[in-house]
Structures are given as C-alpha cells and as structure tokens.
C-alpha cells in the first residue's frame, strides 16, 4: 500500500513539473514595442539603398525578422499616431480633429475605453510606459478655475500643483508601471511623472534656442536634463526588461521615444558620426540604443519568444533640416513626397520592423498595407481575444502576414491618412485619393502659406502609387470613377464608425463645426 500511494506521488510530482514546463514553453510572448519621434522612412538604411545615415542595428533587427515597406501611421502627426496605436481607433474619431496636444493639455483618451495595455493587462500581462506620453492627462491644479493658456508658453503652466497626483494618466489605461513625460521633448513642462507623480518638483525654468537643440521655455524639475532623456528610457527600459525576464508573467512595455525629434540632442561621442547633421548623428544614435536593448533580450534569455516592433510616428519633420541632408545626398522621405504634418506619402509612410524568432523567419519582408492602429487586432489574435464591437475599430490583425512564404493577405480593403490640417486621403491597392487640394500639412503648396495658389487647383487629388509613388501626377479629372469610389468608402468609413467589419459605432461627440468632412455634405447635397 506505501509502495502504491509513493508510485501516485512520484508520478503526479513528475506530471506536475512537465505541466508546468510546457504551460512556460507555451506561454504568451513578451512585447516590446519601441516608437520613434519623427523618423523618416528614408532615414533607416535597410528601407533606403542610398540613404547616407548607417543604421547598423535595426538593419540586423530587419534581417532577424520582418520589414514591411508599406507601413503607414494613421496620422503625420504625434498626438493623434499614439491615440491610434494604443486603441485601434482612427484618431480623428476623437474630439482631436487636427493638431497635436501640449504638455498641459487633458486627458484624450478616456479611461472607459480598452486600450492595448488594459487588453493585455486583463490577460495576466505585466505592462509598462517608458517615455513621451503625448495623450494629455490631468494636471492637480491650484485652482480648479484655469485661466491660463493652453501650454505654448512660459505662463501657462502658473496653476499646476506639480505636488498633486496627476490623474487620468497611463495607470488608469491599463499600465502597470508608468514613467514619462507630458509632451514632446520641446514642450514644457519638463518634469518626469512616476505613476502619477512628479520625480522631482520644478525648482527652475529653462530654454533653448539653437538651430537643432532648442526648445519652449517652461518650468523644469532638478532631474529633468533633456540631453539625458532618451538615454534615461532606454536605461530603464533595459532595467525593466532584464528584471520582468525572470518572472512567470509574459509582458508589454511600450517605449515612446522622444526622438529624433526636436531637442536634436545626440551625445557627445555620436556628434559629427553621420557626417550629415545633428539631426543623422541623433538617428545613429538611437540605433546604437537599439542594438544595446537586444542585447539585454538575448542575455536575459527570453529573444526566441519575445517580439520586438521598431516604428516611427510619423515621417521626418522639416526641423531637422530636410534640405541640408538632402544637399548631401540623403533623403529622408526617400522616393516620396512630403514629410511630417503632410498628407502626402512622406508623412505617414514609416519604418516598420517586427522581430518574433518563435513564429518570423529571418529576412522576410512584406509588401502588404499596414496601419500603426493594427496593432490591437493583432495582440488579440495572438492572445486569443475576441475584440468587441467599441473597440479596435479600425485594427486588423498582422499575424498572419508574419509568415514569410504566406500567401495570405491582411482583410483590410482600404487604410485612410490624415495629415496635420485634418485633411482626409484614402488608399484602395494602388489608388489614393486626397481631399484637399496641396498638403495639408507644411510643405507646398499647404493651406497656410499659398492659399492663392490652392484655389487653383483641383478640390481632390488621385494618385497612381505603383507608377507614381511621388505622387506628381494627378489623375482625378481622367479617373472620375475612381474619385467617386474611393470618396464613396471613405464617407461610409467616417459615418459607420469603424473601418473593420462589425456593428456601427459612434465617433466621439463634438460642439464644434469638422470642416474637414464638408465634402460628406456635398455628397448629401447633391443626392
């Protein structure tokens, strides 16, 4: 009888101990998902053959996993790119119909809505910010009566009690772990918030004016230095990572990269590397980073099942003065037109790299339409979870692409842009239509500048991209089927509230007139 019940327990010992290695073999990948701050397509070098910037680390990334070379955020700007990657929701479907947040501007997301870190939260991840917020959250304020701007200036930040807790802020959209600043790097104010609360009271107010390196005059905290900053987010990404690498939970951890974008701070020993500019010695540097956060993948142990997304938010802003490099022969934007705030190809079409050893076959490459709201879709799909009608309403899943020789394609008919003016274009396989006439953003013609030239020229703009991905050659008046078509799916995008196939949705309500969608009424009126 001993002999019998010592058999049981040895052999319920050794099931339990296989159980629990295969539940770990089997368990959900670790995400890191790294976003730069205004990096051009053109500026990595695996995505540009005559690109002048060597970005030595994400071509081995590249050359490891995935490339897509049809990659698109869903806006040229920051603000709404985040929005979009975190929900899976078209940003304009926000009370944000054109331009970017401050620093002291309020919450956009609502804590209401799923997020990718509540989604995986829910699902025993452990998930954690580091870096440029840009979604607004609620500064504790002195008054609860604000009569200060909206945070373009010194003055405006004269309310803020930067002692108090700071609400509505990555925590409470599903972070674990959350430490970043308010805006981009040139927008005050210059403190950084752990968890809602500010690491270090402002005690002094700073500025910057050089021709690469300035930034707005604001209130800054004693251990804010803004040349540390992207070396501050990778250290304590590497920190995070090797530390979560030895618990039985899988997690996320979103790296928001302030940069390149003005501040174009590289160090001292990456000044003068590119032989280009600030602007490409900051680019070499940030892919030195890269290099040192695989690294610290690989010893921790966990490369094979971790996947690690490189992106930009959008395409490369004219701050980093475009026409200098491209005097010395680098191009940003690459072969296409525009850059940041555009709605042309060269403000949205970005860098897009994935790396998943477990399910990616090195040097694949994908020529597939994308979206940066994807990426919901996709984390759901891989852990199993149905998305509800209100959420990820504009997401598809990727995974499907991730196999090289698939032949499988993304169930996405169509993906919609958005440039800085909260200008509309649609792209159907190689057609796109834009809404406006120039722009839409800061390079000619743009709605600001050359408003005499603009009414001119045609109302919409039709594009070729498989014979004319410059986007030159305006085909609208020869292609008037296409126009309508395209318009015709656009307006059922915008008034069905979502994009992917589901239940109609509401976009979130304004008391304010979207002239941007004038067009829609057109239609109403002529029908």
Same mark, same amino acid.
């Given at each position: 009888?001993?002999?019998?019940i010592l058999?049981?327990?040895?052999s319920?010992?050794l099931?339990?101990?296989?159980c @629990?290695?295969?539940?770990?073999?089997?368990?959900?990948?670790?995400?890191?998902?790294?976003? /730069?701050d +205004?990096?051009?397509?053109g500026?990595?070098?695996?995505?540009?053959?005559?690109?002048?910037?060597?970005?030595?680390?994400l071509?081995?990334?590249?050359n490891?996993?995935?490339?897509?070379?049809?990659?698109?955020?869903?806006?040229?700007?920051? @603000?709404?790119?985040?929005?979009?990657?975190?929900?899976?929701?078209?940003?304009?479907?926000?009370?944000?119909?054109?331009?970017?947040?401050?620093?002291?501007?309020?919450?956009?997301?609502?804590?209401?809505?799923?997020?990718?870190?509540?989604?995986?939260?829910?699902?025993?991840?452990?998930?954690?910010?580091?870096?440029?917020?840009h979604?607004?959250?609620?500064?504790?304020l002195?008054?609860?009566? +604000?009569?200060?701007? /909206?945070?373009?200036?010194k003055? +405006?930040?004269?309310?803020?009690?930067?002692?108090?807790?700071?609400?509505?802020?990555?925590?409470?959209?599903?972070?674990?772990?959350?430490?970043?600043?308010s805006?981009?790097?040139?927008?005050?104010?210059?403190?950084?918030?752990?968890?809602?609360?500010?690491?270090?009271?402002?005690?002094?107010t700073?500025?910057?004016?050089?021709k690469?390196?300035?930034?707005?005059?604001?209130?800054?905290?004693?251990?804010?230095?803004h040349?540390d900053?992207?070396?501050?987010?990778?250290?304590?990404?590497?920190?995070?990572?090797?530390?979560?690498?030895?618990? +039985?939970?899988?997690?996320?951890?979103?790296?928001?990269?302030?940069?390149?974008?003005?501040?174009?701070?590289?160090?001292k #020993?990456?000044?003068?590397?590119?032989?280009?500019?600030?602007?490409?010695?900051?680019? *070499?540097?940030?892919?030195?980073?890269?290099?040192?956060?695989?690294?610290v993948?690989?010893?921790?142990? =966990?490369?094979?099942?971790?996947?690690?997304?490189?992106?930009?938010?959008?395409?490369?802003?004219?701050?980093?003065?475009?026409?200098? *490099?491209?005097e010395?022969?680098?191009k940003?934007?690459?072969?296409?037109?525009?850059?940041?705030?555009?709605?042309?190809e060269?403000?949205?079409?970005?860098?897009?790299?994935? !790396?998943?050893?477990?399910?990616?076959?090195? @040097?694949?490459m994908?020529?597939?339409?994308?979206?940066?709201?994807?990426?919901m879709? @996709?984390?759901?799909?891989?852990?199993?979870?149905?998305? !509800?009608?209100?959420?990820?309403?504009d997401?598809?899943?990727?995974?499907s692409?991730?196999?090289?020789?698939?032949?499988?394609?993304?169930d996405?008919?169509?993906?919609?842009?958005?440039?800085?003016?909260?200008n509309?274009?649609?792209?159907?396989? !190689?057609?796109?239509?834009?809404?406006?006439?120039?722009?839409?953003?800061?390079?000619?013609?743009?709605?600001?500048n050359?408003?005499?030239?603009?009414?001119?020229?045609?109302?919409v703009?039709?594009y070729?991209?498989?014979?004319?991905?410059g #986007?030159?050659?305006?085909?609208?008046?020869?292609?008037?089927?296409?126009?309508?078509?395209l318009?015709?799916?656009? =307006?059922?995008?915008?008034?069905d509230?979502?994009?992917?196939?589901?239940?109609?949705?509401?976009?979130?309500?304004?008391?304010?007139?979207? !002239?941007?969608?004038?067009?829609?009424?057109?239609?109403?009126?002529s029908?």
């Amino acid at each position: 009888m001993k002999n019998s019940i010592l058999v049981i327990f040895v052999s319920l010992s050794l099931c339990v101990v296989a159980c @629990t290695k295969v539940e770990k073999e089997q368990r959900q990948p670790n995400i890191i998902y790294v976003l /730069a701050d +205004d990096m051009g397509y053109g500026d990595v070098s695996g995505l540009n053959p005559e690109g002048k910037i060597k970005t030595l680390y994400l071509d081995k990334m590249a050359n490891q996993g995935m490339i897509f070379t049809d990659a698109h955020t869903s806006s040229s700007v920051c @603000t709404p790119t985040r929005y979009g990657i975190l929900t899976g929701r078209y940003n304009w479907r926000s009370k944000l119909k054109s331009g970017v947040l401050t620093g002291k501007s309020k919450a956009l997301i609502p804590t209401s809505r799923k997020t990718v870190a509540s989604m995986l939260e829910n699902h025993g991840y452990e998930t954690a910010f580091i870096g440029k917020w840009h979604l607004g959250w609620n500064w504790g304020l002195k008054s609860p009566i +604000d009569s200060t701007g /909206a945070g373009w200036n010194k003055e +405006d930040f004269e309310n803020i009690d930067f002692s108090r807790q700071v609400t509505n802020n990555p925590n409470d959209l599903g972070f674990n772990y959350a430490y970043g600043h308010s805006g981009s790097l040139d927008m005050a104010p210059y403190v950084y918030v752990e968890n809602g609360r500010v690491t270090a009271l402002p005690d002094t107010t700073t500025v910057n004016t050089g021709k690469y390196s300035w930034w707005r005059e604001g209130p800054t905290g004693s251990d804010f230095i803004h040349k540390d900053v992207t070396p501050n987010f990778f250290r304590r990404a590497n920190k995070y990572v090797a530390e979560k690498a030895g618990e +039985d939970a899988p997690f996320f951890l979103y790296l928001a990269l302030p940069s390149p974008h003005t501040p174009i701070l590289p160090t001292k #020993e990456w000044q003068g590397k590119s032989g280009l500019n600030p602007y490409g010695d900051f680019v *070499m540097m940030i892919d030195a980073y890269m290099g040192q956060l695989e690294k610290v993948i690989k010893e921790a142990g =966990i490369e094979e099942n971790t996947i690690v997304i490189f992106t930009s938010d959008n395409g490369c802003s004219p701050a980093a003065k475009i026409d200098e *490099m491209e005097e010395k022969g680098h191009k940003p934007s690459y072969i296409y037109r525009g850059h940041k705030a555009d709605i042309y190809e060269g403000g949205h079409r970005v860098p897009f790299i994935v !790396k998943w050893p477990a399910k990616i076959e090195a @040097t694949s490459m994908s020529n597939q339409t994308i979206c940066t709201t994807d990426l919901m879709a @996709t984390l759901a799909d891989i852990i199993g979870y149905s998305l !509800k009608d209100n959420e990820g309403e504009d997401s598809y899943s990727m995974l499907s692409l991730f196999e090289q020789n698939s032949t499988n394609k993304s169930d996405r008919k169509a993906i919609v842009h958005h440039s800085i003016n909260g200008n509309f274009a649609i792209r159907k396989e !190689k057609w796109k239509l834009i809404m406006a006439p120039g722009s839409g953003g800061w390079s000619f013609p743009n709605p600001d500048n050359d408003k005499e030239i603009l009414v001119t020229m045609p109302p919409v703009q039709l594009y070729d991209l498989e014979t004319d991905p410059g #986007e030159k050659y305006n085909l609208q008046a020869k292609n008037p089927e296409i126009v309508a078509e395209l318009k015709t799916l656009l =307006i059922k995008y915008i008034l069905d509230g979502r994009s992917t196939p589901g239940k109609p949705q509401q976009n979130d309500s304004i008391d304010f007139e979207w !002239k941007q969608i004038e067009f829609i009424k057109a239609v109403s009126h002529s029908d």
